[in-house]
């Protein structure tokens, strides 16, 4: 079945560190997008990727990188220069005007 | 600017009543889309519906029903006769021809026994 893999669903580091937050799609979309929900924020728009070796800053991206080498695949980065990781992290990918969302990383930083 | 608002941060009701979420978007673009998620406690975002902004006829499936006014910029849900599967938090969503996707805060949807 196509859809979104987002990997692991909980991780915990130590701050300071950076850690790599894996998201992965067999959906053949072109557009991928990061999101941040923090309780009673909603969700906010971290980096997203319209295109394989092209991506932009989305409306938080202070503290994020983010590649995208590959079309099925977009990693983000949470870098020690993020001054609060600890967050609920969805990854979701466009074909026209469906989005479709994975399930989810926890991230604890502690 | 565009920008979602969803005024109502968490509503109670008891089983088998009916609930309306509000969700008023603003954007200057005259061809955009209007989505909304629920997202249960596990949280990943189920997709409910999507709307497109030359569309406006109202909505039913099942329980669910949407009243889309261009004229307030409104985009509402309502759940008739509700079941406590429907607690969860739901979130009204808006994207345009930049392909971004923002979303309202969300309202936190409680259906007591």
């Known amino acids: 079945d196509g859809g979104i893999t987002q990997s692991p669903k909980y991780l915990f580091r130590k701050e300071g560190q950076n850690v790599t937050l894996s998201c992965e799609q067999n959906?053949?979309?072109?557009?991928m997008y990061w999101y941040r929900q923090d309780p009673g924020q909603g969700l906010r728009l971290i980096y997203y990727?319209?295109?394989?070796?092209?991506?932009q800053k989305g409306d938080i991206a202070e503290g994020y990188s983010v590649s995208r080498e590959k079309k099925e695949s977009f990693p983000l980065t949470v870098t020690s220069a993020q001054k609060n990781p600890t967050a609920f992290y969805l990854c979701?990918?466009?074909?026209?005007?469906?989005?479709?969302f994975g399930s989810g990383t926890r991230l604890t930083v502690v | 600017a565009q920008k979602v608002t969803q005024a109502q941060t968490e509503i109670s009701v008891v089983e088998k009543e009916d609930v309306t979420l509000d969700c008023v978007y603003e954007?200057?673009?005259?061809?955009?889309?209007l989505f909304w998620y629920k997202q249960p406690p596990s949280g990943e975002l189920v997709f409910l519906i999507r709307?497109?902004?030359?569309?406006?006829q109202n909505e039913i499936s099942g329980r669910y029903s949407w009243n889309f006014q261009k004229s307030t910029s409104s985009f509402n849900f309502t759940i008739t006769a509700s079941q406590v599967v429907d607690s969860a938090v739901y979130f009204c969503?808006?994207?345009?021809?930049?392909?971004?996707?923002?979303f309202g805060k969300g309202t936190r949807l409680h259906i007591l026994p």
């Open positions: 954007t200057r673009d005259t061809t955009y889309y």
């Open positions: 979701a990918s466009r074909g026209g005007r469906s989005y479709t």
């Open positions: 990727s319209q295109i394989v070796n092209d991506f």
């Open positions: 959906l053949n979309h072109d557009a």
């Open positions: 709307r497109n902004s030359f569309d406006e």
């Open positions: 969503a808006l994207s345009n021809r930049d392909d971004k996707i923002i």
